[in-house]
């Protein structure tokens, strides 16, 4: 074997990882995202299925980016990750309305910062903190959220 044959079919077998880690960081992102957005769509929430989902991906894209793009060019992989929370808290300040007698949507807002956090989680490779913290948020939804309607 040649060894520009060698190293095309190293850099293949090294673009094949990167590009199958990546891809499987950015569906599970998506997958979480969509399973925390399905709750709050049943549920006929403002932030539902669409948006929970892209919250989710848009954080793990970040995430991932900012951990490739230092890598490749040198630099601060956090710089990027870190403006995802702002970013994320903007979009949550414009889900929370305000009423003369009420406030309403902290929870939504609430869980598209959380959902964020899974993103970023499963963007980082951290495939069980990320699955481990989308049930515990379903599970605050769902028993909490029914533990409210019958104590009031």
Known sequence: MN????????????????????????????????????????????????TNMFICFGSAMFTVLSSQLAGSLGGDHTRIAAQIIPGIGFIGAGSILHARASVTGLTTAATLFVVASVGMAAGGGLYLTA???????????????RMEHTSC
């Not at 699955?131 to 909490?144: P, R």
């Open 131 to 145: 699955i481990f913290a989308t049930g515990l948020i379903l599970i605050a939804l769902v028993l909490l959220g």
């Open 3 to 50: 060894p520009i044959h060698q190293v095309f079919e190293l850099l293949r077998n090294e673009l094949g990882v990167v590009l199958s880690s990546t891809l499987a960081r950015l569906v599970l992102a998506a997958i979480l995202g969509g399973i925390i957005g399905l709750e709050r769509q049943l549920r006929h929430k403002p932030a539902g299925l669409r």
